[in-house]
């Protein structure tokens, strides 16, 4: 008995441009940035970031004009986007 083996073979049409495959990783997300000046929203009310700082591993949002920290989860800002892609930037200093 004489077994032959099979062996498939993909072949594009003459004329067709071949896609490359898709990514399955982005190279943007968003992400919310507390930083001073940063305006958000806490209850319905604007208000202004003053300062940020680390608690226990914790990140703590001040607001101008109050004396107690804010969690971030109870803010609401507009997300940042950013990127994960290397941009070459020329250099702005002298050695």
Sequence with gaps: ?????????????????????????SFT?????????????QNGKAEKVSHVILR??????YLVGHEDPVRPER??????????QRRPEALSWIL
């Design 29 to 41: 997300f968003q992400m919310p940035l507390f930083r001073p000046g940063t305006h958000v929203t």
């Design 1 to 25: 008995m004489h077994i032959k083996p099979m062996v498939a073979t993909l072949e594009a049409p003459p004329n067709t441009a071949i896609a490359p495959p898709a990514d399955p990783r």
């Design 56 to 61: 226990r591993r914790e990140l703590m949002v």
């Design 75 to 84: 803010l609401s800002i507009t997300p940042s986007m950013f990127t994960t």
